[in-house]
């Protein structure tokens, strides 16, 4: 690679976003590129540009639970690319969490994430390979003691390989969660539920030894599609079986809603 000597200003233009190939370097994306309201709007965009996106798709899960999260507690969010039939090389993102002005709770770096000023999490260069067009990122957010709601804004960079910042596709995308009004005393009522072996290959066994009261079973994929809903007995909770191997590669979510009130939830992912 040629050396080239960059103006101050110039050179931290050029770090945002360095191809490789056509996509990122070691410091991942610059902060501020979420397209959230904090970033100004601005995405990686701002360095690349390319054509709209057809079949290219970014979503957002968490383990928060259906009726909201508590203050103080830790959650894992998963931000997924997956680019359908469109293919790319690579792929990297940039998330955050906001809230009127503001970011809200704090973010914590887990394998193949980073922080940048505290407030932005992105990839890292070890972790913008996909498998078979889809690529997942996880970190931690502990939601404090902050507002009613929140809203994560993430970003997603689909790259050609071209060795170029040219051609590459950008979806953006948002989830508001709400905070639950259930109180910490009451937050007995989620009971256990594991998933196993996670990745599943053909068969994966739910078991939730608990969850010994009729209810449902539900499974939505990365996209918030529900893949499964079906009754759940007490005899399920010593382990039941299900097949996948017809499922798409991805992160998914089950959930089991019991008539006594009681629910469980866990994420898992499907890899044949």
Not at 75 to 103: L, N, P
Not at 159 to 167: C, E, K, L, V
Request: proline share 4%.
């Amino acid at each position: 690679m040629t050396n080239v000597l960059l103006k101050p200003s110039l050179a931290l233009a050029a770090l945002a976003l360095l191809a490789y190939p056509a996509f990122t370097n070691n410091n991942g994306a610059p902060a501020g590129k979420t397209g959230s309201p904090m970033s100004n709007g601005q995405t990686c965009y701002s360095c690349h540009s390319g054509p709209s996106a057809s079949t290219q798709g970014v979503s957002i899960t968490s383990d928060i639970p259906a009726d909201g999260y508590l203050d103080n507690t830790t959650y894992t969010i998963t931000v997924t690319s997956d680019a359908g039939t469109a293919g790319m090389s690579r792929a990297g993102f940039e998330a955050s969490v906001e809230k009127a002005g503001s970011h809200q709770g704090t973010l914590t770096a887990a394998s193949g994430v980073q922080l940048k000023q505290n407030n932005y999490i992105t990839h890292t260069s070890s972790s913008t390979s996909p498998t078979s067009g889809v690529k997942s990122w996880s970190f931690s957010w502990n939601s404090g003691s902050g507002s009613d709601s929140v809203t994560v804004y993430a970003a997603g960079l689909f790259a050609n390989g071209n060795n170029q910042n040219s051609g590459d596709a950008l979806v953006t995308t948002s989830l508001e969660f709400k905070k639950s009004h259930v109180s910490l005393d009451e937050s007995t009522a989620l009971i256990g539920l594991t998933a196993s072996p996670n990745p599943a290959q053909s068969v994966l066994r739910f078991s939730a030894p608990d969850a010994r009261a009729a209810g449902r079973l539900t499974v939505v994929d990365a996209f918030g599609r529900v893949v499964l809903d079906s009754p759940w007995s007490a005899e399920d909770a010593d382990g039941r079986l299900m097949n996948v191997s017809n499922w798409s590669n991805g992160i998914y979510s089950a959930y089991i809603r019991l008539e006594t009130g009681k629910n469980a939830q866990v994420r898992f992912q499907v890899l044949h």
